[in-house]
């Protein structure tokens, strides 16, 4: 019974030993294990985030864009909110999608982060260099930081840490400056190139989220570059449903394990486990959250077709008069549409136009260059027109 004992042992020793692996970066060591459930996970990813499939959870190639930009929004909104931006989900979309101007350091930070999140999507197939990761800290923390100067600059000194504001606990002291630039270094090719024994681009995705915490390059905006590396590689890497997932906001709503399994990393001699494990459960929970806001927006697309009976209006002037139906006090604009719809400002105000011409609309003139948008008062009678 001992003997079997041992051998028993041995076999879940050798078993561990051919799943685990190691990574390393500069003169510091990470190991990771591929659990079953990583692999399994791994496997469902690759069968519906992946690959050049089209729509597979039905979403229309008209609405692709919408989806898309609705994503970034949430993705850029509840990243800051987790770095301390303290506003509305409500607010920070109306301030997108209205084009209006920041009013404070949180506004900021959100619309820092939503340029951030286009500029990936245009240079996803681009390598990350020193360069590119400075220029992404700097677009993600311009004019957010206490001082100016370390907008898009590695940290100079070794006056840095992660602290627990709950017990002024400090939690984590990242590598030395004089090590940045190898770690760096051995980052931007480890992003850049397969190595020869096969790493999954999703755990290699969620190593590189973790280790620019880790490493903690600069003096503030780490874990907001972090996340937007992490969102990088994913879609260089062909994962083209990222684009619609908005996993920091499922990471938000569970902080404390995120910072959580940063530390259990830590401790546990960096085994990259803990992270890997925690990072794919909130993907799974942000493609269950994607496929029910689909579902949702879906049957708001279908409430809206039955505007589209009326001679001259096209999808988008329905989806416009289902805004205002379902919302009678709704101010609406140009550049809120052409934010929404991704149109050009031609586009957007022929659009609304056509609506004031249609009586369903009113224009308030709000300065000689700016007009507003509001609910017709013969709005209801021209419905009945079209009895409906």
């Given at each position: 019974?001992?003997?079997?004992t041992?051998?028993?042992?041995?076999?879940?020793?050798?078993?561990?030993?051919?799943?685990?692996?190691?990574?390393n970066?500069?003169s510091?060591?990470?190991?990771?294990?591929?659990?079953d459930?990583?692999?399994?996970s791994?496997h469902?990813?690759?069968?519906?985030?992946?690959?050049?499939?089209?729509?597979?959870?039905g979403?229309?190639?008209?609405?692709?864009?919408?989806f898309?930009?609705?994503?970034?929004?949430?993705?850029?909104?509840?990243?800051?909110?987790?770095?301390?931006?303290?506003t509305?989900?409500?607010?920070a979309?109306?301030?997108?999608?209205?084009?209006?101007?920041?009013?404070?350091?949180?506004?900021?930070?959100?619309?820092?982060?939503?340029?951030?999140?286009?500029?990936i999507?245009q240079?996803?197939?681009?390598?990350?260099?020193?360069?590119?990761?400075?220029?992404?800290h700097?677009?993600?923390?311009?004019?957010?930081?206490?001082?100016?100067?370390?907008?898009?600059k590695f940290r100079?000194n070794?006056?840095?840490?992660?602290?627990?504001?709950?017990?002024?606990?400090?939690v984590?002291?990242?590598p030395?400056?004089?090590?940045?630039?190898?770690?760096?270094?051995?980052?931007?090719?480890?992003?850049?190139?397969?190595?020869?024994?096969?790493?999954?681009?999703i755990?290699k995705?969620?190593?590189?989220?973790?280790?620019?915490g880790?490493?903690?390059?600069?003096?503030d905006?780490?874990?907001r570059?972090a996340r937007?590396?992490?969102?990088?590689?994913?879609?260089?890497?062909?994962?083209?449903?990222?684009?619609?997932?908005s996993?920091?906001?499922?990471?938000?709503?569970?902080?404390?394990?995120?910072?959580?399994?940063?530390l259990?990393?830590?401790?546990d001699?960096?085994?990259l486990?803990?992270?890997?494990?925690?990072h794919?459960?909130t993907?799974?929970?942000?493609?269950?959250a994607?496929?029910?806001?689909?579902?949702?927006?879906?049957?708001?697309?279908f409430?809206?077709?039955?505007?589209?009976?009326?001679p001259g209006?096209n999808?988008r002037?329905?989806?416009?008069?289902?805004?205002?139906?379902?919302?009678?006090d709704?101010?609406?604009?140009?550049?809120?549409?052409?934010?929404?719809?991704n149109?050009?400002?031609?586009?957007a105000?022929?659009?609304?136009?056509?609506?004031v011409?249609?009586?369903?609309?009113?224009i308030?003139?709000?300065?000689?260059?700016?007009?507003?948008?509001?609910?017709?008062?013969?709005?209801?009678?021209?419905?009945?027109?079209?009895?409906?």
């Open positions: 019974m001992k003997l079997l041992i051998n028993t042992l041995a076999q879940v020793d050798l078993q561990l030993g051919l799943r685990k692996k190691d990574v970066f500069y510091y060591n990470f190991h990771y294990v591929i659990t459930y990583i692999q399994k791994l469902q990813f690759d069968m519906h985030i992946g690959g050049t499939l089209g729509s597979n959870i979403i229309t190639e008209t609405d692709k864009t919408k898309i930009i609705s994503s970034i929004m949430e993705e850029a909104i509840s990243s800051s909110q987790m770095e301390g931006a303290n509305t989900r409500k607010k979309k109306e301030m997108i999608e209205q084009d209006k101007k920041p009013k404070n350091k949180s506004e900021k930070m959100i619309l820092n982060n939503f340029i951030t999140m286009k500029y999507v240079h996803k197939s681009e390598d990350l260099t020193p360069e590119n990761l400075l220029y992404i700097k677009l993600i923390t311009s004019n957010t930081l206490d001082n100016i100067e370390d907008e898009g100079e070794n006056d840095v840490h992660v602290v627990n504001h709950a017990n002024i606990e400090i984590h002291t990242p030395l400056q004089s090590d940045l630039k190898n770690l760096i270094s051995d980052l931007c090719i480890f992003f850049n190139t397969d190595s020869e024994e096969f790493i999954h681009p755990i995705g969620c190593i590189i989220h973790f280790m620019i880790w490493i903690h390059p600069f003096t905006g780490n874990g570059t937007a590396i992490f969102y990088w590689y994913m879609l260089k890497k062909g994962y083209w449903l990222t684009e619609y997932l996993i920091s906001r499922i990471i938000k709503d569970t902080k404390s394990q995120y910072e959580k399994a940063y259990y990393t830590e401790i001699e960096n085994d486990t803990y992270f890997i494990s925690y794919i459960k993907m799974e929970k942000a493609f269950v994607l496929k029910e806001y689909i579902n949702h927006k879906q049957k708001e697309v409430q809206a077709a039955k505007f589209m009976k009326i209006v999808d002037m329905a989806q416009i008069l289902k805004i205002i139906h379902d919302d009678p709704r101010i609406l604009n140009t550049k809120e549409m052409e934010a929404r719809f149109v050009s400002n031609y586009t105000r022929t659009d609304l136009k056509s609506l011409e249609l009586g369903f609309l009113e308030i003139q709000v300065n000689k260059q700016k007009q507003n948008f509001v609910k017709s008062s013969d709005f209801e009678n021209s419905l009945k027109k079209y009895k409906l």
